[in-house]
């Protein structure tokens, strides 16, 4: 009897065990499928496949370059160490110093030399397990391609309690802290106990590397270090340190610089024993086999810096504004709740003066003797050693600037003759045509840069238009070039990027009467020193360096009425009128346009240098309308409208494979989305990062996506790889090998731009971005970024470009069309003007529309617009496909576009990305879920397709409300499109036809619900039955004992 | 005898897996009213789960020497079904914020601790199941009678 009522006490325990069981199994089902595509990459598992009962060649329509594993992992390391090869920039080579002999004995020396920063943190970031199965960090591929690297030295540092400390937190995450000098940690060589005596028989150079990491949520503050200017981008005492003994020790020096944070490098460039400065940026997992065959000499260096290397990176216009330590936050933020997600603003009062567009126009007013171009208040200019001047005194290009933008060096030289300009009739085109001559002793690339000077007028003046003194139109690389061998190259010159925007009076872009210079350069300086000899000055004027007037064409722009032409560049290529729209009402960047924030900002001009150089706007209040956009919920959706109009849900019998490849003009698309209820569209939206949703009306199963730039975040060739449908077949064996092998290998996106080679960064996109949707069978890659390098403190900017449009937008543009021509929908970010991480979430950034039109808008646009064609592709006929459709992707930025959430600013999303720029794609959001801060049905109106992230935290996200709004209704009918459109022409369709159909697969984890669904359901019902019965049981024989 | 003095060891555990239940219930309603997931709105099924859960246990415990053992038992297996609801509910609430996570990029600071909020509360309110199941084996709260 006792046992009996133990038994059933235990019974009874674990039934309730047991019911929690089922109900957390019962539970499990449904979330595991929501989450079926991070679950399959844990486990490796397929939840899918879609079935075409009849295939053949032609249903593939993209075609990976690799058939199994080892052509897909030889194939993208080739290329990233062929990438890295012309992304490194030579700036300072004294007395022939590099390259060294292939089998030169060198000794590596610095912390950065062992630790080095191999990629950008989160978005671009290598696979750490990856560089370790390869074995390629930068001791071991120095070593493989020929150097005798100093043993004595590598143990001793990696003998080091402190390496410990630092690889482990901070080798490839670049974890480090950036605030205070950890990410300038040096480490002393006399704490590591390396003597002069270690370096014996390793003396033929001393490679000493410093650097600082980069990522994603990631900055710089400005000073508070024991660097020369006291910033984190000048070298540390302890760095300093480490170069002094190499000075003293070895009779070559040779710096690398890793990072892609421009850093302070006038000390090393003033320093005559140190002989040779490498900038390597960020290598990637492959890289240091490129450097290694940059400093042997197998190739010459041939990129360009694509940002200005300023001798104190702390003081320029632009930097007045930046800020992460809370002195930019609305006074009122404690008003806002946290779905406001309100913090900070940021208002770009320099205007377009950012990077080389200050220095060198300054620079040339300066030389043009323009009055008070050279007066400079305290605070706002650079000493000559350095430091920030202390009182009132002269501004001088030669303090600010140590290299400029464009400026690198080869170990051969060239020859460029300005052969030709030829402005076409309607002046929309230029053909500029070039020739190279290598009349040096080394075969080597060399880049064309072609800039542009256009007259700053009266009218200019009067209107608040600004122009930068210098600006690049269009670059070309040569192939490589023997000594003595010629290349003629005739670039293409769209001049709509000559062109000003008048958000004054004009209100659209202008070009004003007067006259123009072409010219080519070796960087933006020589080539604003060549216009400015043509013009007739010199040194005696002022000039820092000399200048060729033969590499300067001017030419005349006349005619015009009333000495404007606001005709010719006022309707975009896809016919739009251009005009504002981004400086009043709602969409404004404008903080001026708002009512009561009248002259808040006061933008920088060139007619009065110091009189306009930045104040800082302290205490600004929220307020008025722009308090209600910072709120996210600014528009009313109608419950009452005539949607008569609108049939969803409606049957046509129309799959999603029967419209693959359908043109945008396709007379079925109508129908095909008829097919649609509202829900669907919901569905689809709310969910959309690594998994993105099916649309069950359709037939569409959805789709895997990834994260980033620097290829697939997430994609293995042990769990993923595959060609045309098929897993790798050649795994066996190797399956443990490759668990860490993926995409993300290549050099970082700067060093990408810094090659300044387009076919370079076409290739890019076809193998980083484009193989990875192929062979991870990706169709959506969350990248290329293309935010501009505004300043040098962005701790993201590794995943950028440049601090130029038209070499970042250019680069964007080629990858892009790399990317798109093997089915891959990029999704280009951050759309837009994400230019801090402080704060991103929510910053409210401001500025004019000339400013954001120049600068970050006209960037963009050559990726929406398939801006940029090599010159090569021209004259190839099998590339005459290419550059003829813009991106169909984009993702939108988190910080906001002025004051309202980035994809709820209908000026930018709507009139200039989507109606004037011919935007037909697919539109995601940064923001995690459909969550208020995202401004959801605001953002649905303005044309986002999509919700990065999981869940929903609105109460509106239900059919019912959107149905009775007819422009809601037209906008969703609208985004269905612009999501199926790329869909059906992308891998997506890759190797389906009209019989395909989706088939539910067997996985570890649905195996794993399921069983938990059936034990615990068995375990419930025996547990409970077994404690009922001995109830029973006792109860009856208590009745028993009671009788 | 008092309330307090007739508890015998199961009584105690129920007791302490009220207060834990509290606990837990308090950080479920801070967790969502509060940083991230403030705004987002919250589910009262544990809530009103916990309150029952409460209420029940109270009830259970002051007339525990007045029941047989089969009638505290089924209770207490009822309640103790209470309290695995709460958790139950409150990981399934949280499953897109923890879920998110999986989404290398884009967590803010306050999504990190909304989630450690979240696993702490849940952790609480399992811990409280794990009492009742224990008290569902002992059966009898009171002590037994001199």
Not at chain 1, 661 to 666: I, L, Q, T
Not at chain 2, 87 to 95: N, S
Request: charged residues 20%; contains cysteine.
């Amino acid at each position: 009897m006792a046992a009996l009522q133990v038994l059933k006490k235990v019974l009874r325990g674990l039934s309730a065990v047991a019911v929690f069981g089922l109900a957390t199994a019962l539970a499990a089902g449904p979330i595991m499928e929501m989450y079926a595509n991070p679950l399959d990459t844990y486990f490796g598992s397929h939840s899918f496949e879609i079935v075409a009962e009849e295939t053949d060649e032609a249903d593939w329509v993209y075609q990976s370059n690799f058939k199994n594993v080892q052509e897909a992992v030889n194939g993208f390391r080739e290329f990233a160490i062929r990438e890295s090869q012309e992304t490194y920039v030579l700036l300072k080579n004294e007395g022939e110093a590099l390259p060294i002999a292939k089998d030169a004995s060198i000794t590596l020396l610095g912390l950065r030399a062992y630790v080095p920063v191999y990629g950008n943190d989160m978005g671009a970031a290598p696979d750490k397990a990856m560089i370790n199965a390869e074995k390629s960090h930068i001791y071991n591929a120095f070593a493989e391609r020929g150097f005798k690297v100093n043993p004595t030295v590598l143990e001793k540092y990696k003998g080091s309690e402190q390496i410990t400390l630092i690889e482990g937190e901070n080798e490839i995450d670049a974890t480090a802290t950036f605030s205070d000098t950890a990410a300038a940690a040096e480490l002393s060589l006399s704490d590591l106990g390396i003597t002069s005596a270690d370096y014996t028989g390793y003396k033929d150079a001393a490679i000493v590397v410093v650097g600082r990491p980069g990522g994603e949520r990631k900055e710089y503050s400005v000073g508070g270090t024991d660097s020369k200017t006291g910033n984190i981008l000048g070298l540390s005492q302890a760095e300093k340190a480490v170069i002094e003994e190499a000075k003293a020790n070895f009779d070559k020096v040779v710096v690398l610089v890793n990072s892609t944070n421009m850093m302070e490098l006038r000390e090393l460039e003033e320093d005559n024993e140190i002989d040779a400065i490498l900038w390597i940026g960020y290598p990637g997992v492959y890289g240091f086999y490129g450097v290694a065959d940059v400093l042997n000499g197998t190739v010459s260096p041939s990129a360009h810096l694509g940002d200005t290397y300023a001798a104190n990176t702390a003081v320029n216009p632009a930097m007045v504004s930046y800020g992460t330590d809370g002195k930019n936050k609305w006074s009122n933020v404690d008003e806002f709740g946290g779905n406001d997600n309100t913090n900070s603003f940021l208002i770009n009062q320099e205007g377009i003066y950012t990077g080389y567009r200050y220095y060198e126009t300054r620079y040339a007013d300066v030389v043009a003797g323009v009055d008070g171009a050279a007066e400079a208040d305290a605070g706002t200019y650079v000493n000559a050693d350095s430091t920030v001047a202390t009182a009132d005194g002269t501004w001088n290009y030669a303090n600010e600037v140590v290299y400029p933008f464009g400026y690198g060096l080869s170990y051969t030289e060239f020859e460029q003759t300005l052969d030709s300009v030829r402005i076409k009739g309607d002046k929309k085109t230029a053909e500029v045509t070039v020739t190279v001559e290598n009349i040096g002793n080394t075969a080597g690339k060399s880049v064309i840069q072609l800039y542009a000077q256009a007259p700053y007028t009266e009218y200019d003046r009067a209107n608040g238009v600004e122009k930068s003194a210098i600006q690049l139109m269009d670059y070309e690389k040569t192939r490589t070039l023997e000594k003595g061998d010629k290349q003629t190259i005739t670039l293409h010159v769209d001049m709509a990027n000559l062109a000003s925007y008048d958000y004054t009076n004009a209100k659209t872009y202008i070009v004003d009467d007067g006259e123009y210079y072409f010219a080519i350069g070796d960087d933006a300086h020589d080539a604003l020193n060549n216009i400015l000899a043509a013009q007739g000055y010199t040194s005696e004027d002022g000039m820092v360096g000399t200048g060729d007037s033969a590499k300067a064409h001017r030419w005349t722009w006349s005619g015009s009425a009333n000495g404007v032409d606001a005709q010719t560049f006022s309707v975009s290529k896809a016919e739009v009128e251009i005009t504002n729209r981004l400086s009043d009402g709602d969409s404004s960047m404008d903080i001026n346009s708002f009512d009561g924030y009248a002259n808040t900002a006061k933008y920088m001009t060139r007619a009065d240098w110091n009189g306009t150089y930045p104040e800082p706007i302290r205490d600004l209040e929220a307020k008025g309308r722009l308090a209600t956009l910072l709120r996210n919920d600014f528009i009313e959706v109608s419950t009452s409208d005539d949607v008569s109009a609108y049939s969803w849900g409606v049957d046509k019998g129309i799959t999603i494979y029967e419209m693959k490849g359908a043109e945008w003009n396709d007379p079925r698309w109508d129908d095909f989305i008829d097919q649609i209820p509202i829900s669907e569209f919901l569905s689809f939206a709310q969910s959309a990062f690594h998994n993105i949703a099916g649309i069950e009306s359709i037939g569409y199963p959805g789709n895997a996506a990834d994260d980033g730039p620097g290829g697939s975040d997430s994609g293995k060739m042990s769990t993923h790889g595959q060609y045309q449908g098929v897993m790798y077949t050649d795994m066996e064996g190797y399956d443990t090998k490759y668990d860490s092998y993926g995409t993300r290998i290549a050099p970082t996106p700067t060093n990408l731009a810094y090659s300044w080679n387009k076919e370079l960064a076409y290739e890019n996109g076809e193998i980083i971005l484009g193989e990875s949707t192929l062979v991870f069978n990706l169709p959506i890659m969350i990248g290329p970024g293309m935010n501009l390098h505004r300043h040098a403190y962005n701790g993201r900017g590794g995943e950028y470009y440049s601090e130029d449009p038209i070499l970042s937008g250019f680069t964007g543009s080629a990858v892009t069309q790399g990317a798109q021509s093997k089915g891959c929908i990029v999704n280009i970010k951050h759309y837009a003007f994400n230019d801090q991480e402080g704060d991103r979430s929510g910053i409210a950034v401001f500025m004019n529309e000339q400013t954001a039109r120049e600068m970050e808008l006209r960037n963009f646009q050559q990726a929406f617009e398939a801006g940029g064609k090599p010159a090569s592709f021209y004259e190839d006929e099998s590339k005459s496909d290419e550059y003829t459709v813009g991106a169909l992707g984009v993702m939108t930025s988190f910080n906001r576009i002025g004051a309202t959430a980035p994809s709820a600013n209908k000026g930018a999303c709507v009139d200039i990305l989507r109606d004037e720029w011919d935007f037909n794609g697919y539109s995601v959001t940064d923001f995690t879920g459909v969550a208020p801060k995202a401004a959801p049905k605001e953002s649905i109106l303005y044309n986002t397709t999509a919700f990065c992230g999981f869940g929903v935290s609105v109460d509106y996200w239900e059919d019912e409300y959107f149905a009775h709004d007819a422009d809601m209704c037209a906008a969703i009918k609208a985004n269905l499109k612009y999501i199926l459109y790329p869909l059906v022409n992308s891998a997506a369709m890759n190797g389906q036809n009209i019989t395909s159909h989706r088939v539910e697969l067997d996985t570890p984890w649905r195996a794993l619900y399921r069983n938990m669904q059936i034990g615990f359901g068995v375990a419930t019902g025996v547990l409970i039955a077994g404690w009922i019965a001995l109830e029973i049981v006792g109860a009856v024989q208590k009745k028993k004992e009671v009788r | 005898m008092s309330f307090i003095k007739k508890q015998g060891v199961c009584g105690w555990i129920v007791v302490a897996a009220v207060i834990l239940a509290l606990v837990s219930m308090i950080m479920y309603i801070v967790n969502s009213n509060t940083g991230y997931m403030e705004g987002m709105g919250m589910n009262a099924l544990p809530v009103v789960f916990t309150v029952i859960f409460i209420i029940g246990a109270v009830i259970v415990l002051a007339l525990s020497d007045k029941m047989n053992e089969s009638l505290s038992g089924l209770l207490l297996f009822v309640l103790a079904l209470l309290v695995a609801g709460s958790a139950l509910v409150f990981i399934v609430e949280r499953v897109d914020v923890i879920g998110d996570m999986l989404n290398p990029v884009n967590h803010p600071d306050a999504q990190v601790k909304a989630v450690r909020e979240a696993i702490a509360g849940i952790s609480i309110y399992l811990v409280a199941f794990v009492a009742m199941v224990i008290a569902t084996i002992g059966g009898r709260l009171a002590k037994k009678e001199e």
